[in-house]
């Protein structure tokens, strides 16, 4: 396959007259940072209520560096300098490889600068995490069954804050790990690491299933070296967010696809992908926007009948299991006022979740999404279609910004180019778990399944800037990672 022609840079004035607000949204998220650390840290220390340590992230202020630290630098280093072109010269189906190895590479390398056990053999093991409660499933139907029973704080052998606080698939997942033999919290620190790796392969093929292979290869650098990795290595959100993601992947790829069987079988791969993620985070019930978003975008529902009946998979077999998924969930309501919740003031939080965006999303993600906003309202009054030319106003005033054109590959069958609409669609759904009051700290793990989209939007950023972003993501995550221990 022929190399891929660079992306043009596009004329000089246009970069610079936007590069200036690209800063000033990038500066905007941190001082958005600085005022919820400060603000929270007197708060916590003034009465507790926070349950953070370092609000607004769970951490410590423990400055360190550990075995993974040489491999850290070294993986940014490369990326940075070699990423982009690497992107570019890539046969397609070599680079979403590519970037999930070097998402690996990034993840567990940031992960073991805390060391092998405390960076991931025992980061699944504590006393609120998943593999404690994993001897209670030997007889797993039985288990089911009652599960709704021990939700509550104050109930009988109430499970412990994650079990309680997630669907049953979440358990279930490593108890299935247990039974295969790969019990323990080695394994399933390398299970969510790798599984949640994947997460940029699967954006990449998203991007390139609505028409956007060029912004696919030009984000995909950014969602390699994303400063979210610091949580994906090792938490189970990281694998709910690759469940997540690859569920989108299959719905771009059945509303796309070209021939009857291809758009059956990704469709009901989606579904079943999207049964599993509600099933494993009630917080992914809001898949639902970028699913809609996605949809309307391409102009078809064709792939929905087929979808919906591979979303039905999951609940009907946890339900026949005895599940009772609505009733944990009108319990764990419960739950959460009982436990931190309940202290948690919604005031702060509202603000101190959107300050845990930019530690996991990155100061580029900041400055993409200011162009994505900006390049929203005209390209929702200009939709394209496949077949007609790039108009002058929207997305074509966005290519001669960002160097894109319709011949550099970002003409494709989405009306609104994905680069714009799934990231903006992820944000929407941030915002609505930030005001549901049901997302008060943690965020930065809890959020991984729509957080680590966000750095697409690099995509938009101007040609000769995207290298000094591309590096300053990478900065921020081995600040992140060496200055504080995070308890995910």
Known sequence: MPAVPAVPAGPVAAPAAGRRRDL???????????????VGTRIEHRTGKLHAPWPPLLATWDPHVGPGTPAAVAVAVL?????????????WRALPWAAWAAAMAWTWSLALVDGWRRGVANRLTTRNEYLVEVPRFRHAGATLRDFTHHILIGSPGNWNAHVAGHPAAAVMTFVGLDRIGLGGGAWAGAFVIT?????????????????????????????????GA??????????????????????????????????????LGSGLLLGLALYLSYGLTLLVVPVVALLWST??????PLLLLGALVV????????????????????RYYQGAGGDRPYSYWLFGDLGTVLAAAGLASFAGLRRALAAGPGALRAPRRPSEPARPSGLAGLGRLTGFSRASGFSGPSRLDPVLLLPCAMLLALLAADLSGMSKAETERIWLPFTLWLPATAALLPAPDRRAWLAAQAVLALLLN???????
Do not use: M, N, Q
């Open 299 to 304: 102009r078809t529902l064709r792939p929905l």
């Open 482 to 488: 060496h200055l504080l221990l995070t308890y995910w």
């Open 230 to 267: 610091v949580w994906v290595g090792a938490s189970a959100d990281g694998y709910f967010a690759a469940v997540a993601a690859w569920a989108l992947a299959l719905s771009a790829l059945a509303a796309t696809a070209g021939s009857r069987s291809r758009r059956a079988a990704a469709a």
């Open 195 to 227: 599984t949640g790796a994947s997460v940029a392969a699967a954006v990449l093929v998203a991007l390139r299933a609505l028409g956007s292979e060029r912004a696919a290869r030009t984000a995909a650098p950014f969602l390699v070296l994303t400063p």
């Open 24 to 38: 000033a949204a990038a500066a905007a998220g941190l001082v958005l940072f600085a005022v919820v650390a400060v």
């Open 315 to 334: 609940p009907v077999c946890f339900t026949l299991a005895g599940f009772d998924w609505w009733d944990a969930y009108r319990l764990l309501k419960i």
């Open 79 to 91: 990326a940075v300098g070699y990423g982009p072109r690497l992107a570019e010269r890539l046969p």
